[in-house]
């Protein structure tokens, strides 16, 4: 009778084990690709927050990390010019600038200062934990597996109404 509850414990310990795999989340999953890379780069690293208008102006900032201190922001607003029908639209600058670590947050306008260890808790606390009955939830890994998009949009909103990041290019130093 020992014999045979010790090997129910074994077997249900084993099936729970397998599940808890099995329930990995693409978060999970890409924040452990995010750890390795962290480590690979030594935590040193860019990379780029892009926003965009339905409407056609845009952004890009580039935050540069060393040694897991964000130490420059490079920023660029545009919108996109139409000039004919078959070509496609040309960005125009609107605003550029440069901040280092002398001068960092001294704009307003422009991604957060942050990490991506910053990045993926705000992910995980705030944008990916937005109540699923109000919102739309999106978690993307375009980025070689790590965060590419983490956002909410409340359920009916037609234009611009996205709370989150999105980030087209992550590369080592």
Not at 44 to 70: L, P
Request: include cysteine.
């Amino acid at each position: 009778m020992k014999k045979a509850f010790i090997l129910i414990l074994l077997i249900v310990s084993g099936l729970s084990a397998c599940k808890k795999d099995a329930n990995e989340t693409a978060y999970d999953k890409s924040f452990k690709v995010w750890q390795n890379f962290k480590a690979e780069s030594k935590n040193s690293y860019t990379y780029t927050v892009n926003s965009a208008s339905v409407f056609g102006a845009g952004s890009e900032t580039k935050i540069t990390v060393q040694n897991g201190v964000v130490v420059a922001r490079d920023y660029s607003a545009y919108i996109l010019e139409y000039r004919t029908a078959n070509t496609p639209p040309a960005k125009v600058i609107k605003d550029q600038w440069h901040e280092d670590k002398s001068s960092l947050s001294q704009h307003n306008s422009g991604a957060s200062a942050i990490t991506l260890d910053q990045v993926y808790q705000k992910a995980k606390n705030e944008w990916l934990a937005a109540d699923k009955k109000k919102n739309t939830i999106y978690f993307e890994t375009n980025n070689n597996g790590m965060i590419s998009n983490a956002s909410y949009v409340p359920n009916g909103c037609q234009d611009d109404c996205s709370t989150g990041i999105s980030i087209s290019e992550i590369k080592a130093l």
